[in-house]
């Protein structure tokens, strides 16, 4: 099992990124796919995730800003990122819920495959 994140690159503030996620090795569509992000000195956090369904949950400090999506036919899940803001630099990290929970988890400890990160950064 394979989770390859791409799409970051350095991005000025309130300019837009889409990052993707491709899964590979196995399908998720019965799973939850979450992104999550660390930013240097701070803790792992959750940036948005996605139940099989379709649910969605997103951080209070992305709300209205990022739109998480997933394409089950691809193996894919997207990060479309808008108004960026300099506290949004950090490496963006996808995963698999392995539940089928109608309302995706958010917590890291519950996600077992992880990608290798993409970093993000916004300049101010």
């Known amino acids: 099992v394979q989770l390859q994140a791409s799409g970051g690159g350095l991005v000025q503030t309130g300019g837009s990124l889409r990052l993707s996620c491709a899964a590979s090795?196995?399908?998720?569509?019965?799973?939850?796919m979450g992104w999550f992000r660390q930013a240097p000195g701070k803790e792992r956090e959750t940036v948005a995730a996605i139940s099989w369904s379709g649910s969605t949950v997103y951080a209070d400090s992305v709300k209205g800003r990022f739109t998480i999506s997933r394409d089950n036919a691809k193996n894919m899940v997207y990060l479309q990122m808008n108004s960026l803001k300099p506290e949004d630099t950090a490496v963006y990290y996808c995963?698999?819920?392995?539940?089928?929970?109608?309302?995706?988890?958010?917590?890291?400890?519950?996600?077992?495959?992880w990608g290798q990160g993409t970093l993000v950064t916004v300049s101010s």
């Open positions: 995963a698999v819920e392995p539940s089928n929970n109608i309302v995706p988890a958010t917590t890291a400890a519950k996600y077992d495959y």
């Open positions: 090795g196995r399908t998720f569509r019965d799973y939850g």
